[in-house]
């Protein structure tokens, strides 16, 4: 098995923004959510969102493209959901989603993130590129080239800490 890190941050929005994650609905599709994650090989960190997305702080592992493991967790979970008729309406997802990757160093300030969903979001200190589940504006978050450096010292040790080897 080979040694990997991957660490994603997921967004997704239900169709047409529909407000059908009510507490009681989103406890049970988090559920469904995780189980399916979890039985993909994935390592789950949180679940939450508000009432009309949901936000996952998960490990993928690289032998399953992130967009096969977003269709899959989000097709069990709306398959489901409607099976069991949790809303009153059927129940399904937006196509589109939002990824982003980041490093362990930043695991606890994106579960962190996720876990203050509904706190975030009535104080309006969302992020807005993490609240994304589209590409309407096109916009990609790039550093300049200037800032990389070749030999950095930091990064470096950064590295070399997590060989426990």
């Not at 996952?56 to 992130?66: G, L, Q």
């Not at 309006?124 to 994304?132: F, M, P, Q």
């Amino acid at each position: 098995m080979p040694y990997w890190q991957l660490f994603y941050h997921l967004i997704w929005a239900t169709k047409r923004r529909e407000p059908l994650l009510t507490p009681t609905v989103a406890s049970e599709i988090y559920g469904f959510l995780r189980s399916r994650a979890i039985g993909l090989g994935a390592t789950v960190f949180a679940v939450n969102g508000m009432a009309d997305h949901v936000h996952m702080i998960v490990t993928v592992p690289p032998r399953i493209a992130v967009a096969t493991f977003i269709g899959q967790v989000k097709g069990v979970a709306s398959a489901k959901a409607n099976k069991a008729g949790l809303t009153p309406t059927p129940f399904f997802w937006q196509e589109e989603y939002g990824v982003f990757s980041f490093d362990t160093k930043r695991l606890p300030n994106f579960v962190a993130y996720v876990e203050r969903q509904q706190q975030h979001h009535a104080e309006h200190t969302a992020i807005g590129v993490l609240e994304r589940a589209d590409d309407q504006e096109g916009l990609l978050i790039r550093e300049s080239s200037s800032i990389y450096a070749l030999d950095d010292p930091i990064w470096r040790h950064e590295l070399e800490s997590l060989d426990n080897s």
